[in-house]
């Protein structure tokens, strides 16, 4: 079937899928209806090279794995939360010791 989207004409082939009448069937708001049954799985696209903006990609292949760091335990965080608290008392007080020196003029 021969498509057009956008100005730019592209051959369109749906996949057929075989189907078994069940025997189940109505009427619902005058139309006639069935349920079926697919006779085989469908079958699996093939994988597609595509481009988008100039970026190269494959439709239908698995994303590559990201990297992942793995979660700090519970002594780790506390660890390390301890040691900010540390670092920031001392650089308070390192202030607080630079700015009374200037005041009594016993700068270096």
């Known amino acids: 079937m021969k498509l057009t989207y956008r100005g730019v004409a592209y051959e369109y082939n749906p996949t057929i899928v075989e189907s078994l009448d069940t025997g189940v069937s109505g009427k619902y708001r005058g139309l006639e209806w069935r349920f079926r049954n697919r ?26 794995a990201v990297k992942v760091n793995p979660t700090p335990s519970i002594g780790q965080r506390a660890r390390a939360l301890f040691l900010n608290k540390e670092r920031t008392e001392l650089k308070r007080q390192e202030s607080v010791l630079l700015r009374s020196e200037e005041r009594v003029g016993l700068s270096h």
């Open 39 to 64: 006779k085989a799985p469908t079958a699996q696209k093939p994988t597609l090279d595509l481009v988008y903006r100039g970026v190269p990609y494959t439709q239908g292949q698995e994303a590559p």
